[in-house]
């Protein structure tokens, strides 16, 4: 995925110089990502996932002088995507982008640094995952770090599953909350 990374930022940050063979390959290699992070999100509605791709593309067009060079490419571009599948879906059924926006999968990912060592990254994901209470933390590490469902989680904990959900949710923004202030 590095690779990935840095092959797709080096070409948007040639294009944000003028270049406009990069900034074609940037768009064509992160329509092929896109398509794959829709598909696995709208199975049930397939028919929605290249407008959603175009528009996406678009609006990262849209946006691409908001990118901070020397930001991680990928939060950037996938924080885009979930806005604009969460415009689609609540436009769909309000339900439906509110279940979407608090089963955010990335949301782990993007709190721990990406230049890290795997080993420091479980140190500083479990010093994160201590400051909160039980509550959020354990439906954080058994859904999202895991890969358990919700419903075994909340047989695990004894806890409801909206009860989970909601812990995760809330998990999520306080570990968004401590990154922030420690930056």
């Avoid at 695990?156 to 570990?175: M, P, Y």
Wanted: charged share 30%; no cysteine; glycine share 4%.
């Amino acid at each position: 995925m590095e690779d990935v990374e840095e092959a797709l930022r080096s070409a948007l940050l040639l294009a944000l110089s003028g270049d406009n063979e990069a900034y074609v390959a940037f768009l064509t290699r992160t329509g092929a990502h896109l398509r794959s992070y829709f598909r696995r999100r709208l199975a049930s509605s397939p028919n929605d996932v290249e407008d959603l791709v175009q528009e996406t593309l678009l609006a990262i067009h849209n946006r691409r002088h908001t990118f901070e060079p020397t930001a991680r490419l990928m939060p950037w571009l996938y924080a885009i995507a979930r806005y604009k599948l969460i415009d689609l879906l609540r436009a769909q059924s309000p339900r439906r982008a509110i279940e979407v926006a608090l089963d955010d999968d990335e949301g782990i990912a993007e709190l721990v640094h990406a230049d890290a060592s795997p080993a420091e990254t479980r140190r500083d994901l479990a010093r994160l995952l201590d400051a909160l209470p039980d509550r959020y933390r354990l439906p954080i590490v058994l859904v999202k770090l895991e890969g358990r469902s919700v419903a075994e989680a909340a047989q695990a904990t004894g806890i409801s599953q909206a009860a989970i959900k909601v812990g995760i949710h809330r998990g999520l923004k306080k570990l968004a909350a401590i990154v922030a202030k420690r930056r």
